[in-house]
């Protein structure tokens, strides 16, 4: 190159460089940036624990007494779960099947009771009484050291 | 060679015996013949009767085994041809109302049958020299008697009201009677015809459910609460205990539960019972009264919880679908609509006072679910605006790149390397 | 600085392959030079499969019991789950509709002729491979859909003659679609294939690179301008690989890929039961076949009729090489075109119907 050839022109040419130089670099930095965010993130494991939907725990053994019940979230479902006697464990599905409402245990008749209409199960999940036009679906509950595991039946 | 002619020999006795046994000359000669008299040979096959041993002798006399038809039929050996109608019933109550007899086939099954028909309004006719009523085969049909729980009984839950209606639906049948055909048809707009017939729920009600079936006969109208109460157990017992139980049972011309819901054809409740012009409210309690007016305040209540937990859904099934987590509200949800059940169970007490705690409950719950509902879509507009970055950082690294290859090219072309020969 | 480093590097690495290669490599120019892109597209997005695959395998877990659990998880607990998990799925459909342009692309500009046979013929496995890939990786996330697809696969797979059976119990992993197929479709997935598909790739490339790029025959290879491979043909394709990227985020991020109801054996068959719109022109002419043709049976009639058709197009580079150039370009153009037809026809059909 010689002195005469830096002109106005080669000014402007170097500005160009660097702005595009600039720019390009610029642009992979945030679009790379942009790209491994997310996938950072992803790895990071969630704060909520991964739900294990086919088993879940009914609590500790002695949170529930002989002859009673209460409600288990079993992924997105209810589940009741029964202590039938000190040894005896049951749980059906919460769900009515007559109009979905939310069932309960009910010690003094020793049946499974839904509130909305009155229907009626009994331990087995059998209809006894009211609208209810199909069983409850019977869940498998088993005892694991001093906690009680739900899950569904193979 | 020798043994087997033996064996024919000791063979012969147990055959005889066994023709003896199960020998039956009607079908022999009632199979062959045409028409009306082979009729009962051919349907007897599908005979709940037949399955259990019994044959066309156990119930109209005369003897089977005989080869003769001035035998067989003779009316010396018990032959009585085709019953009288009158006679029908008793006929089958022979063996049906004896606990003995019906023990060695059916024990667990009931003996009360005739003892009921004589109550019905049937039975009654039929004794009172009637003829045109609904005896024992009118409705378990002749010589192909199925049991109840076979699906091609006449009687089966899901065929039992066209069974009814074959007479019940015929004008010209129940003229001299005075009473109404329209039963089936409007029964079949009702929500038990849908839950039985359309949803094959077998425990929804039939004829029989509400009115019997051997003692069949219209519930009275004092009654009518507790037939229905029988399954909507909760809606009776509210209903014992309020305002209206007195007054709808001294009204004359109908009572309880059908004053507001009729009888045959029960249509899914709704609002419009309680507020507007089809009101059934309105029937007692004029527009403006306070009656109306709380009637009014109910469907509001209803029908606000109702659209509330709606919107909520819909709201929560577009965020659903652009793939946000929202099972947690959906379960929320579930809640919310119990709470609609129960408010629309508590109408039934007639006291504002008793709904507003399930509508209250429930608007809590829909309003929740509203927000969480937003918020996750918010989250999406959020991975819009994301994806929004991006882009512009790409189409920024896509331009830059652009122009770089202008620049490099521009200089290749001045210098026209080796590797890039100028076009011809 | 820089120099240093090279240097550094250079003793001990021979570098002179690759800056050769850097430095000669170049790409003619012509009508029909956009085609070349494609080729590196699809590189591209199977870069993409492995990354978002191996973050996928973070979470996924390959069991009957917990995969449509462990993918609902994905979608919905995981930060930005829903976006690589989609971005797998798009990219996925993608990527073999890129193939599919590539192949006929080389078709029409008749790349195949010698010496290039083999990078045909490893190309075309390359493809049933990608295929292979999307077939297995469906019934991964174990939704009723997919388990139903698989079963209607895996039925015409067993209709075929002789060797039918065996194949549809090897892919299976037993007799019916169950637990056992969905550990080896997995395995299939994420171990069998990719190692397969990168060894294949590897060769692809280096074929391409020993053979330099083809020139369309309608052209004199001396008299075509060059572009210099790196950097001119680099950043263009750089660009087009961007632009792949923008069109992947928005299809993940505007139509999330669908999770659908979790797969039940007992249930009865979703109305509508259809496979993968690659799969699409296959299974509509099945259905078109009479289901007796004179002594045979329809379906394996179909089955045979796919297999020497494809047969027939793997040796493509081979055909009627005793005649002249472009009578021979003539033939396989038209034949080209016929099939290109058909498949976008009957994957049309299919989708309407």
């Given at each position: 190159m010689k002195a005469s050839d830096t002109g106005p022109d080669t000014h402007l040419d170097q500005d160009r460089r660097s702005v595009l130089s600039w720019l390009l670099g610029g642009g992979i930095a945030a679009s790379l940036g942009s790209f491994f965010y997310p996938v950072i993130r992803f790895m990071n494991p969630p704060h909520i624990s991964e739900v294990a939907v086919d088993e879940v725990s009914g609590g500790k053994l002695n949170d529930l007494k002989a002859n009673s019940g209460k409600i288990v979230k079993f992924g997105n479902k209810p589940v009741v779960l029964v202590r039938v006697s000190e040894t005896e464990w049951k749980a059906f599905s919460a769900v009515c099947t007559h109009l979905n409402c939310t069932v309960q245990y009910q010690g003094s008749t020793r049946l499974i009771w839904?509130?909305?209409?009155n229907g009626m199960y009994d331990l087995t999940g059998r209809v006894v009484s009211g609208p209810p036009p199909k069983p409850l679906e019977e869940y498998a509950v088993r005892v694991r050291g001093d906690e009680v595991i739900i899950s569904r039946r193979a | 060679m020798r043994p087997p002619v033996i064996f024919l020999f000791l063979l012969v006795p147990l055959f005889l015996l066994a023709e003896g046994t199960t020998k039956n000359t009607c079908l022999d000669c009632h199979s062959v013949l045409d028409g009306r008299a082979q009729r009962p040979a051919l349907l007897v096959k599908n005979d709940v009767h037949t399955a259990s041993g019994l044959s066309c002798s156990d119930c109209h006399g005369g003897d089977r085994t005989s080869d003769d038809p001035g035998g067989s039929m003779n009316p010396a050996k018990g032959f009585i041809g085709k019953p009288a109608r009158k006679a029908i019933p008793k006929l089958c109550a022979r063996?049906?109302?004896?606990p003995d007899f019906m023990r060695k086939f059916r024990p667990q099954q009931r003996v009360d049958q005739y003892e009921l028909y004589q109550t019905s309004i049937h039975g009654k006719r039929l004794a009172s020299g009637d003829e045109n009523v609904a005896t024992c085969?009118?409705?378990?049909?002749?010589?192909d008697i199925r049991a109840v729980k076979d699906p091609a009984a006449p009687v089966y839950p899901l065929r039992l009201p066209e069974t009814c209606a074959h007479c019940h639906s015929d004008r010209q049948k129940m003229a001299k009677y005075g009473i109404p055909t329209n039963q089936f048809d409007e029964y079949r707009n009702s929500v038990h015809w849908n839950a039985l017939k359309i949803r094959g729920d077998l425990s929804a009600p039939n004829?029989?459910?509400?009115?019997?079936?051997?003692?069949?006969?219209p519930p009275q109208v004092e009654s009518v609460a507790a037939v229905c109460g029988n399954c909507h157990v909760l809606f009776a017992q509210l209903y014992q205990k309020s305002v209206h139980e007195p007054i709808f049972s001294a009204a004359s011309g109908g009572g309880g539960c059908i004053v507001c819901h009729s009888n045959h054809g029960i249509r899914q409740p709704t609002t419009a019972m309680l507020d507007g012009p089809k009101a059934v409210c309105s029937q007692c309690h004029d527009p403006g009264t306070p009656g109306a007016n709380v009637a009014a305040q109910m469907a509001k209540w209803i029908d606000g919880l109702d659209s509330a937990l709606k919107h909520s859904e819909s709201v929560l099934a577009r965020a659903d679908k652009y793939g946000m987590e929202v099972s947690e509200a959906q379960v929320r949800l579930g809640d919310g609509r119990e709470n609609l059940v129960k408010a629309r169970l508590a109408l039934h007490s007639f006291e504002p006072e008793q709904m507003k705690k399930p509508i209250e409950a429930g608007m809590a719950i829909a309003n929740e679910t509203l927000r969480a509902s937003q918020d996750a879509l918010h989250e999406k507009d959020v991975r819009r605006m994301g994806l929004a970055v991006s882009v512009i950082f790409i189409g920024i690294t896509i331009l830059a790149i652009w122009v770089l290859i202008r620049r490099i090219e521009s200089n290749d072309a001045y210098r026209s390397g080796a590797n890039a020969p100028a076009p011809k | 600085m820089r120099a240093k480093a090279a240097n550094w590097l250079g003793e001990r690495i021979d570098l002179n392959a690759v800056r050769e290669l850097i430095e000669h490599k170049t790409v003619p120019v012509h009508s029909a030079t956009r085609w070349y892109y494609f080729g590196g597209i699809t590189l591209f997005l199977f870069a993409i499969q492995v990354i978002t695959g191996i973050l996928l395998m973070l979470y996924y877990?390959?069991?009957?019991?917990e995969a449509f659990e462990s993918v609902r998880f994905i979608m919905?607990?995981?930060?930005?789950g829903w976006l690589i998990r989609s971005i797998h799925s798009w990219s996925a459909n993608l990527l073999i509709f890129v193939a599919f342009v590539h192949m006929f692309s080389v078709v029409f500009t008749h790349a195949y002729r010698p010496p290039r046979e083999l990078t045909w013929l490893t190309g075309i496995v390359l493809l049933g491979l990608m295929l292979f890939f999307g077939f297995s990786g469906y019934l991964l996330p174990w939704n009723q859909i997919s388990y139903f697809a698989t079963k209607v696969g895996t039925d015409v797979a067993a209709s075929a003659p002789l060797i039918g059976p065996a194949i549809a119990r090897f892919l299976r992993g037993g007799e019916d679609v169950g637990a056992p197929t969905l550990t080896r479709f997995f395995a299939f997935h994420v171990i069998i294939l990719p190692l397969a598909t990168m060894a294949l790739i590897a060769l692809h490339i280096l074929l391409v690179q020993q053979n330099g790029m083809s020139t369309p025959p309608w052209l004199t290879a001396s008299s075509v301008r060059q572009m210099r491979f790196f950097p001119n043909f680099f950043l263009r394709e750089l660009m087009v690989w961007y632009c792949a990227l923008a069109v992947l985020g928005a299809l993940a991020a505007i139509f999330p890929w669908e999770l659908g109801e979790k797969a039940d054996s007992f249930a009865s068959a979703p109305a509508g039961i259809r496979p993968e719109w690659y799969f699409l022109a296959q299974f509509y002419t099945l259905k078109l076949i009479p289901s007796h043709v004179w002594v045979f049976e329809g379906e394996i009639l179909g089955i045979l009729g796919f297999g020497l058709l494809a047969a027939f197009w793997v040796v493509l580079p081979f055909w009627g090489v005793d005649r002249a150039g472009a009578a021979r370009a003539r033939l396989v153009t038209g034949v080209g075109v016929l099939l290109a037809s058909y498949l976008a026809t009957f994957t049309v059909l299919g989708y309407v119907k």
């Open positions: 839904c509130a909305c209409h | 063996c049906h109302s004896n085969i009118d409705c378990h049909s002749v010589h004829c029989a459910s509400c009115h019997g079936n051997h003692g069949a006969k | 877990r390959p069991t009957v019991s919905t607990r995981v930060e930005f």
